[in-house]
């Protein structure tokens, strides 16, 4: 019977891969912990932010990850308050109004097969340091499914945000 129930699990919700997008030599695998003490974790849709931002406070309040993260609610506040959109922005500058030492980006898209059944969802992650003005790390997590129903993708972003999460370089 449990048998049954995995298999059913796992084909209903798929599974999770996570990959390096290409950063050269060994950028993707360096460490930033104590180097980014804070981070901030920037809106692209309200989805990914909010979910990006509750699945690290929970590795940070379990000890899995070793860095300070600012409230999405307060980063939507003071981005907000000095005027700041999404597109355009200058990571220096940033990081100053922010008080950040690093942002994260994370936005996810949805590719259905040609039948319907099957659903990928990408969930993609950057870090750019402040001071540097550099892309420091990149990856992305697929998560597949055999069925394309509304009411999956969020739980899909969350699986592949918690992948992405756990190979934090912090």
């Not at 059913?8 to 997008?21: D, E, I, M, Q, Y």
């Not at 104590?34 to 699945?55: C, D, V, W």
């Not at 200058?90 to 994260?104: K, N, P, R």
Request: proline share 2%; charged share 25%.
């Amino acid at each position: 019977m449990k048998y049954v129930i995995y298999l059913f699990l796992f084909s209903t919700f798929g599974c999770v891969r996570t990959a390096p997008l290409g950063l050269e030599g060994n950028a993707q695998k360096e460490s930033f912990r104590g180097i980014h003490r804070k981070i901030a974790i920037l809106p692209y849709e309200s989805l990914e932010q909010k979910q990006f931002f509750l699945t690290l406070a929970e590795q940070v309040n379990k000890g899995r990850q070793e860095v300070s993260v600012q409230s999405y609610i307060e980063t939507n506040r003071i981005l907000k308050d000095k005027g700041i959109e999404k597109e355009g922005f200058d990571s220096s500058e940033l990081g100053q109004v922010l008080g950040v030492d690093a942002i994260i980006i994370c936005k996810s898209s949805l590719e259905e097969s040609v039948g319907g059944r099957d659903v990928v969802t990408t969930v993609f992650c950057s870090i750019y340091d402040t001071k540097t003005l550099k892309l420091v790390w990149d990856e992305k997590t697929e998560v597949s499914s055999k069925y394309n129903l509304g009411e999956i993708r969020p739980s899909m972003v969350r699986r592949g945000i918690l992948a992405l999460v756990k190979e934090l370089p912090y």
